[in-house]
């Protein structure tokens, strides 16, 4: 793969090229700007951290400040790695038994709307070099903010090295690359698309204790995965592709619920819990599978305006009455974390927000 490399991070050549003449610089000057963005140079003055953080979000983070950001980040979750590695550190790859190599679009009660999804992916996939080029990696549209918002969560969960990761959704195995080389994590990917599936097992898992496994996401988590056994479940920018209930999938009118099935009607809250094929169902697959203080955390909700955001879609409570009896028992902490100064996001982005899960007992 020819491109820029960056903290980890590989930029496809044609979109690298524009970051070469600077980056150099940057780097070198990544200390001192930190620095100096809390002082005022004209009157020779401390201005405070609260202050300057408050006029970064004001404006609006530039790519600058974002690839500072991420570099700090980096280098001090490689130093906590070297900290925190000993001997007892597992780098051994997961080697779970993975549901046979299906999609999952062979079973019946598709939807169109979960056709297109699949097929602009596999034609990605297969059409355009999804995994060297700008499609797989979100560059285009995203740039640097991808690997800050792996770092950024992984910094927030505390993650450590040797622990194990599942990645839903996991496309070209970039987080696992990422997760091992800054943080020493361990990954398992599931995604439904079979070339991205094959580059991540072919090009990252023989550089990072990584599996990945093609198959559908919404269809075949199960019991191959065994409760209690993962450290961090993450899932970014993949939930807008699943339904928010039985037969709803975005925002509509009724009685045809947008892109769902006429006179759907909506799943009770007491319910909503004991659905398939739905938000709610796999969020509490990656919560089963979560270890005891494990994290599940689900990214870039509420994105498109909002088009397939659950709270839209079916009402404000999804994600409480998703996971009521396990919040009655006490068993779970749940929060919803908007995402804009969390990852930096560009300041004319939707609203997004984070869903984040941590198992109690």
Same mark, same amino acid.
């Given at each position: %793969?020819?491109?820029?490399?960056?903290?980890?991070?590989?930029?496809? =050549?044609?979109?690298?090229?524009?970051?070469?003449?600077?980056?150099?610089?940057?780097?070198?000057?990544?200390?001192?700007?930190?620095? %100096?963005?809390?002082? @005022?140079?004209?009157?020779?003055?401390?201005? +405070? $951290?609260?202050?300057?953080?408050?006029?970064?979000?004001? *404006?609006?983070?530039?790519?600058?400040?974002?690839?500072? *950001?991420?570099?700090? %980040?980096?280098?001090?979750?490689?130093?906590?790695?070297?900290?925190?590695?000993?001997?007892?550190?597992?780098?051994?790859?997961? +080697?779970?038994?993975?549901?046979?190599?299906?999609?999952?679009?062979?079973?019946?009660?598709?939807?169109?709307?979960?056709?297109?999804?699949?097929? #602009?992916?596999?034609?990605?996939?297969?059409?355009? @070099?999804?995994?060297?080029?700008?499609?797989?990696?979100?560059?285009?549209?995203?740039?640097?903010?991808?690997?800050?918002?792996?770092?950024?969560?992984?910094?927030?969960?505390?993650?450590? $090295?040797?622990?194990?990761?599942?990645?839903?959704?996991?496309?070209?195995?970039?987080? *696992?690359?990422?997760?091992?080389?800054?943080?020493g994590a361990r990954t398992i990917g599931l995604?439904?698309?079979?070339?991205?599936?094959?580059?991540?097992?072919?090009?990252?898992?023989?550089?990072?204790?990584?599996?990945?496994?093609?198959?559908?996401?919404?269809?075949?988590?199960?019991?191959?995965?065994?409760?209690?056994?993962?450290?961090?479940?993450?899932?970014?920018?993949?939930?807008?592709?699943? #339904?928010?209930?039985?037969?709803?999938?975005?925002?509509?009118?009724?009685?045809?619920?947008?892109?769902g099935f006429a006179n759907a009607t909506r =799943?009770?809250?007491?319910?909503?819990?004991?659905?398939?094929?739905?938000?709610?169902?796999?969020?509490?697959?990656?919560?089963?599978?979560? #270890?005891e203080l494990g994290y599940v955390w689900i990214?870039?909700?509420?994105?498109?305006?909002?088009?397939?955001?659950?709270?839209?879609?079916?009402?404000?409570?999804?994600?409480?009455?998703?996971?009521?009896?396990?919040?009655?028992?006490?068993?779970?902490?749940?929060?919803?974390?908007?995402?804009?100064?969390?990852?930096?996001?560009?300041?004319?982005?939707?609203?997004?927000?984070?869903?984040?899960?941590?198992?109690?007992?």
């Open positions: %793969m020819e491109g820029t490399a960056f903290a980890g991070y590989l930029f496809p =050549t044609r979109l690298g090229q524009a970051w070469n003449a600077g980056m150099l610089v940057l780097m070198l000057s990544v200390q001192s700007s930190l620095t %100096m963005a809390y002082v @005022d140079t004209d009157k020779v003055r401390w201005t +405070s $951290p609260e202050q300057a953080i408050q006029s970064e979000f004001s *404006a609006g983070f530039t790519t600058e400040s974002r690839v500072a *950001a991420l570099a700090v %980040m980096v280098e001090s979750a490689k130093l906590r790695r070297e900290l925190l590695t000993d001997r007892n550190t597992s780098t051994l790859a997961p +080697s779970f038994a993975c549901p046979p190599a299906v999609s999952g679009l062979e079973d019946s009660g598709r939807h169109d709307i979960e056709v297109h999804h699949y097929l #602009r992916h596999k034609i990605w996939a297969d059409n355009f @070099d999804f995994c060297r080029g700008s499609f797989g990696l979100w560059t285009e549209g995203a740039g640097v903010e991808s690997p800050l918002r792996a770092a950024t969560i992984a910094t927030a969960v505390g993650l450590k $090295p040797g622990q194990l990761v599942l990645d839903v959704g996991s496309g070209c195995g970039n987080y *696992a690359q990422w997760y091992y080389e800054w943080f995604d439904y698309t079979e070339e991205a599936v094959k580059f991540a097992q072919e090009s990252v898992a023989g550089a990072a204790p990584a599996q990945f496994c093609w198959m559908d996401i919404s269809r075949y988590l199960g019991d191959w995965l065994p409760s209690r056994s993962i450290d961090l479940a993450v899932s970014f920018g993949v939930f807008y592709y699943l #339904r928010v209930d039985v037969g709803r999938f975005e925002a509509g009118p009724e009685p045809m619920p947008g892109e =799943t009770p809250c007491d319910r909503l819990a004991a659905t398939h094929l739905t938000q709610c169902r796999v969020a509490r697959e990656m919560f089963r599978v979560v #270890r990214g870039h909700l509420g994105s498109y305006k909002g088009k397939w955001d659950p709270k839209r879609v079916w009402g404000k409570n999804y994600w409480p009455c998703c996971f009521r009896e396990e919040l009655l028992r006490q068993e779970v902490s749940l929060r919803e974390v908007p995402e804009s100064k969390l990852f930096a996001s560009h300041i004319d982005w939707d609203p997004t927000y984070s869903l984040i899960l941590k198992r109690l007992s």
